[in-house]
């Protein structure tokens, strides 16, 4: 096909990074298969060092990816500037397309770039881009979680003082206006919308845009590996992956600890351990409950995180279990509060059987209740689940396979990129 395609993320290639990482340089193998050159343009917010910058560019390079360039997004001068950077975000929707504009359009224009795929919320940067085919790939509206945050404003925001509330709970409400306008706006120029989120994917088609549900790129599985049954001495769960200040985190691990843990406690009296990975420090509420409960580990960030993740028996997934059922209304646009969950790849792929609140069923379509997981609509059902997980081993081995037989099918390369192709050159 021999044609050039430039992928804009903020996030770097990566097989063994997060799970969102590992999508993006599964899909960048993918189209090199396809025999698609393939450019990489990244925007961060922190600025790498020059020695860094280079040993990138020559990576990608050695595999056959063409690193053109880093744009810094976030240049802190000084407080003042930091101030007035925000307020331009907040009332200008052409100001981070001008800025950078020129710089991209060059790297487009030289590279003779065929196509531009914006990988997670690069929107605002590339809108303006001229003579080339854009196609976004997200996941759920960008104001998603600032609204969730609002919905949820105590768990959020309990510490705060009342004038300092009160100023906050203002701002969300008008800059979720604004932000849902302007995620309209940005969409609207692009020539196709991808994503990984099926919830989201009807609320494109019913307001107006060429969405198309493409989901996420998943790990590769051996041949005839054998099931690992984990014979832990106690119950290891998964209760979240990632940055602990995520909105997802934070419901996910507030959901677990608030409703499940007791529940747990009445059946395993503490012969159980829950384990959260990631970065940073939980917000005051999430410590209060991990304080109160000493059967909860948190492992921090963690190196090999393949090799602590694949100890556990039982993955959680409850990030949509609080402020998703009812649709945020727009004037005639509505658009559900759902996410996904790109670990449930690597669930699947490690022998860790998932146990899922019933609201994640909406945006994943691929979990399937009884065959891949086991799903619940509170926590008495939840808890249920993950007794009869630990005490059934025939049902462990079904859920096992039946997840290995879901990735291969659903989630692979091979299959993924024949959807992504056919989206993007048709």
């Known amino acids: ?200 994917y009807l609320d494109l088609k019913k307001n107006g845009f060429r969405g198309r549900y493409v989901p996420f790129f998943g790990p590769e ?17 998964v209760s979240s992956v990632g940055q602990k200040l995520s909105t997802n985190n934070i419901i996910n691990n507030f959901y677990v600890l608030k409703y499940l843990v007791p529940e747990l406690d009445k059946h395993y009296h503490g012969k159980y351990i829950i384990n959260t990975y990631g970065p940073g420090k939980h917000n005051n509420y999430i410590n209060e409950l991990i304080f109160k409960n000493k059967s909860v580990i948190d492992h921090g960030f963690v190196f090999d995180f393949i090799k602590e993740f694949k100890k556990n028996d039982i993955m959680l997934l409850c990030q949509n279990s609080l402020a998703t059922k009812n649709t945020a209304s727009f004037g005639k646009y509505k658009w559900s509060l759902h996410s996904v969950h790109g670990r449930i790849l690597q669930a699947w792929s490690l022998d860790v059987c998932l146990v899922v609140h019933s609201n994640n069923l909406e945006c994943h379509p691929e979990l399937v209740s009884g065959y891949n997981c086991l799903a619940g609509k509170n926590a008495y059902e939840i808890v249920n689940h993950i007794i009869n997980i630990s005490k059934n081993r025939n049902l462990r081995k079904r859920l096992i396979l039946n997840g290995r037989n879901t990735l291969k099918n659903k989630f692979s390369s091979e299959v993924n990129i024949k959807i992504l192709m056919s989206s993007i050159i048709n």
């Open 1 to 200: 096909m021999n044609k050039k395609i430039i992928i804009c993320s903020r996030l770097f290639p990566n097989l063994y990074g997060n799970s969102t990482e590992t999508a993006l340089f599964k899909i960048c193998e993918a189209l090199k298969k396809k025999k698609f050159k393939v450019h990489l343009l990244c925007f961060l917010d922190k600025e790498l060092t020059l020695k860094k910058k280079k040993k990138l560019i020559k990576q990608y390079k050695n595999n056959k990816i063409y690193l053109e360039d880093i744009i810094y997004t976030n240049e802190k001068k000084n407080i003042f500037f930091t101030i007035f950077l925000k307020i331009k975000f907040f009332i200008d929707f052409y100001y981070l397309s001008n800025i950078f504009r020129e710089r991209i359009q060059n790297i487009v224009d030289k590279n003779e770039i065929d196509y531009v795929l914006d990988f997670y919320d690069c929107h605002d940067y590339l809108y303006k881009i001229n003579n080339i085919k854009k196609v976004a790939y997200t996941s759920h509206p960008t104001f998603a979680p600032v609204l969730l945050r609002l919905k949820l404003f105590n768990l959020f925001f309990k510490d705060f003082s009342i004038i300092r509330k009160i100023f906050l709970f203002l701002y969300i409400y008008i800059f979720i206006k604004r932000a849902e306008s302007k995620f309209r706006f940005l969409l609207e120029r692009f020539d196709k919308v991808f994503t990984i989120n099926y919830k989201t």
């Open 221 to 237: 599985l051996k041949q005839n590996k054998k099931i690992d049954y984990k014979n832990n001495s106690k119950l290891n769960i």
